[in-house]
């Protein structure tokens, strides 16, 4: 028997059990939609992690004091002065460095008026916004000379403003409080709102480094620097330079440990997509296991017909149908319900996807190899899980076939 009179067997046994059928499917039509759309929900997020990440800085390095410990007593961060300004002027002259800054902050409440909020001033130079991309939309950046002479000036960042001037006041060249000590604001920053860690990037006040060092902290070391490589393949190169030259400069043994830390934006990145890739696999496999279930509903229904139609395959099979005629139909049968159930999971996926956009607001990037993956498993699942009832019935007896009741 050809297969184009098996598929019309086959469709019309189908037909003869419309509801049963599409219950048989919904299995199927549920695990596709769920693997599609989780793994869209997965990827979306991976795609808008590395998107943030990408605009704080893809190439940007950090370094920080290193843990040291003094009579087996490990300090905290706040206490470690490793680093230098003589550190950061070193570093700037290194080939593979971009853009470097120090960094120094300090956490404080912030006065204009009767308007008052808390926020952090971070002391740094120009060449921060550029690592960090940051750009000024209104106003100006300090100068060389304003780091020189330790200058009362600041650059604060939208949040702040909307705190500090609610009635819309333009901020530039009014003077606000930082504690004690004046500030005239020269800039604002434009707005970058929260962060992949949910940081709010716009609750930020910049001002020169040797204004927080010298007039807010008075110390005389710095608490970080940033810097940025002047190729992101070449970031861990330049990391290599900056711990040679810092090793250097502290006149650290071989085999010493490293009074600072430095950590790059890829190292987050590539941790950051990790974690990602694997809460998307969780979610898959939690999904799969409708699959599975859609699965076992299919062997469970074949087998159903294969009881129910004991009779038929004895007709058939007296008449002259093959075991081989009898497997093809059942397995024909059983891949038209999963490929069927898989095409309609595909659609509901996609639009399922699509909604958790609009209405959601989540990032969804759905992935042609999770359609055709789906596509694949259905006709898989199908296959497999049909073909034993469709075996168990091509392997039956004729004679104890019409018998049967």
Avoid at 30 to 46: D, E, F, R, W
Avoid at 344 to 351: E, M, R, S
Wanted: with cysteine.
């Amino acid at each position: 028997m050809n297969i184009a009179n098996l598929l019309k067997i086959a469709l019309k046994a189908l037909n003869n059990n419309k509801l049963r059928c599409f219950l048989t499917m919904l299995g199927i039509i549920i695990g596709v939609a769920s693997v599609i759309t989780m793994l869209a929900i997965g990827q979306g997020s991976k795609d808008s992690i590395k998107a943030q990440i990408s605009e704080m800085g893809s190439n940007m390095i950090m370094i920080h004091p290193g843990n040291m410990q003094r009579g087996g007593v490990r300090q905290s961060a706040d206490d470690m002065q490793t680093l230098e300004v003589a550190d950061y002027l070193a570093l700037k002259q290194l080939d593979g460095v971009a853009a470097i800054s120090p960094s120094v902050n300090t956490g404080g409440q912030l006065v204009n008026g009767n308007n008052n909020y808390p926020s952090t001033i971070y002391g740094v130079t120009p060449d921060y916004l550029d690592i960090r991309k940051l750009k000024v939309g209104e106003g100006t950046i300090f100068t060389d000379h304003d780091i020189h002479t330790a200058a009362k000036v600041c650059i604060l960042g939208k949040t702040v403003v909307d705190n500090l001037f609610p009635d819309g006041t333009d901020p530039v060249g009014r003077v606000v409080r930082f504690g004690s000590i004046p500030l005239t604001v020269i800039g604002v920053l434009e707005p970058k709102g929260t962060n992949s860690m949910g940081m709010d990037q716009d609750d930020v006040v910049i001002a020169p480094y040797t204004t927080v060092m010298k007039r807010m902290l008075a110390i005389d070391y710095i608490q970080g620097i940033f810097a940025s490589a002047v190729d992101e393949n070449r970031t861990d190169d330049t990391i290599d330079a900056i711990t040679a030259t810092l090793r250097d400069r502290h006149r650290l043994k071989d085999g010493a440990d490293n009074d600072f830390e430095i950590r790059s934006q890829q190292e987050l990145s590539e941790m950051m997509s990790s974690t990602s890739d694997m809460m998307t696999v969780l979610l898959a496999c939690i999904a799969g296991i409708s699959l599975l279930v859609g699965g076992i509903g299919i062997m469970n229904i074949m087998y159903v017909s294969v009881t129910e139609r004991t009779r038929e395959i004895g007709l058939r099979m007296s008449i002259g149908a093959r075991g081989i005629d009898i497997l093809s139909q059942f397995l024909i049968e059983a891949v038209i319900i999963s490929v069927t159930g898989g095409i309609i999971g595909i659609l509901l996926g996609l639009l399922a996807s699509w909604l958790v956009t609009m209405i959601a607001r989540w990032p969804v990037s759905v992935q042609m190899y999770s359609v055709g993956l789906s596509f694949v498993v259905c006709t898989v699942t199908g296959v497999f899980f049909g073909w034993y009832p469709a075996k168990k019935a091509s392997n039956l007896d004729p004679i104890e076939a019409i018998r049967y009741e």
